[in-house]
């Protein structure tokens, strides 16, 4: 007997239509064989809410000063109690600036004794704003791989996507981390930093861009740190609205389905991923989660979960999928 067709399926047929002169990206799944299904479940995102000191250009979540929505303690806690139901091997938290949340501490401290690998993705200028002591605590105590956002080691480019004075802060803290032994071997205390081209264009190669970054960081302020990872813009919230002012939103969906790497399918973050939004609404991705698709198309709250999700269940795609499966991918 015919099922009813979920929205997940729903979505996918949406994109039947052509977009920016590219094809729809379920079209070109397709047409190399392929389906985006889930797979072994592995990581648990938590976005703790879209408060930000900053308004970056390139943000998909338009995340910013302006916005109020953040998570709350209880949700925090059903969030910990499903962690200890599904024992995920890595958590990941993120923003927003994490760094905004209040209670950010109190989630390290409850979760991170049910994960073997707790992640924090950083806003340094956030991080410095905050009581950057006790935070930095926790994170050294706890052994929290921080991931920080660090576009450029060009004072003007990383200004112009994230603000007057974004650079010089953002080197304060790498130094403050480094003292604590973040980024140093022989610590153990893991300091990756994230970098997002400035304009409509891709990023240089992962590793080209982390020996130089490794470089320019110790020759200009004596700076480390472990892992260098470049990504592709995705084409939603904020940085859609300035391609599409700009006149480069075609350009730059072309430039991105032109690059589509099939190779990338197999390794994309959403088959393992299960991003958990402020309010406690599952996704796919943080991505999926920025357009309003839920988890295999379905509405579920933390709550409602018992365990890890389904592998081989369907995940809602859109044509912003490209930017994940552009070169090397968004894995």
């Given at each position: 007997m015919p099922q009813e067709p979920t929205s997940a399926d729903k979505m996918s047929s949406a994109e039947s239509s052509p977009a920016c002169g590219v094809e729809p990206f379920a079209n070109t799944l397709a047409r190399h064989g392929l389906e985006l299904r889930r797979g072994q479940t592995n990581t648990l995102q938590i976005n703790v809410g879209l408060v930000c000191n900053q308004a970056c250009r390139h943000c998909h979540l338009e995340a910013g000063p302006n916005r109020s929505e953040i998570m709350a303690p209880d949700t925090m806690d059903e969030i910990v109690a499903y962690a200890k139901r599904a024992r995920f091997p890595v958590v990941d938290i993120t923003g927003g600036a994490p760094e905004m949340n209040p209670q950010l501490g109190y989630l390290i401290e409850t979760i991170a004794p049910v994960t073997p690998r707790l992640m924090l993705r950083a806003n340094l200028t956030a991080l410095a704003q905050q009581k950057t002591d006790y935070l930095l605590g926790l994170c050294t105590f706890n052994r929290v791989v921080i991931v920080a956002s660090f576009p450029s080691m060009s004072a003007s480019q990383t200004d112009s996507q994230r603000g007057k004075g974004v650079l010089e802060k953002s080197v304060a803290m790498l130094r403050k981390l480094n003292d604590l032994g973040y980024g140093r071997d022989g610590t153990g205390l893991e300091l990756n930093l994230v970098s997002n081209p400035t304009g409509a264009f891709l990023p240089v190669s992962q590793l080209q861009a982390e020996r130089k970054f490794k470089s320019d960081l110790e020759r200009k302020w004596?700076?480390?740190?472990?892992?260098?990872?470049?990504?592709?813009?995705?084409?939603?919230?904020?940085?859609?609205?300035?391609?599409?002012?700009?006149?480069?939103?075609?350009?730059?969906?072309?430039?991105?389905?032109?690059?589509?790497?099939?190779?990338?399918?197999?390794?994309?973050?959403?088959?393992?991923?299960?991003?958990?939004?402020?309010?406690?609404?599952?996704?796919?991705?943080?991505?999926?989660?920025?357009?309003?698709?839920?988890?295999?198309?379905?509405?579920?709250?933390?709550?409602?979960?018992?365990?890890?999700?389904?592998?081989?269940?369907?995940?809602?795609?859109?044509?912003?999928?490209?930017?994940?499966?552009?070169?090397?991918?968004?894995?």
């Open positions: 004596g700076l480390f740190f472990n892992n260098l990872f470049t990504f592709a813009n995705v084409p939603l919230g904020r940085f859609l609205t300035w391609l599409e002012d700009s006149g480069n939103l075609d350009s730059y969906m072309q430039k991105l389905s032109a690059s589509f790497n099939p190779c990338t399918v197999e390794s994309l973050m959403c088959r393992t991923f299960v991003s958990v939004n402020w309010d406690g609404y599952l996704y796919d991705c943080d991505f999926n989660l920025s357009r309003g698709a839920y988890l295999g198309g379905r509405k579920r709250h933390v709550s409602q979960m018992n365990g890890l999700p389904e592998p081989g269940t369907r995940i809602p795609t859109g044509n912003h999928c490209y930017a994940c499966t552009a070169g090397s991918g968004f894995t």
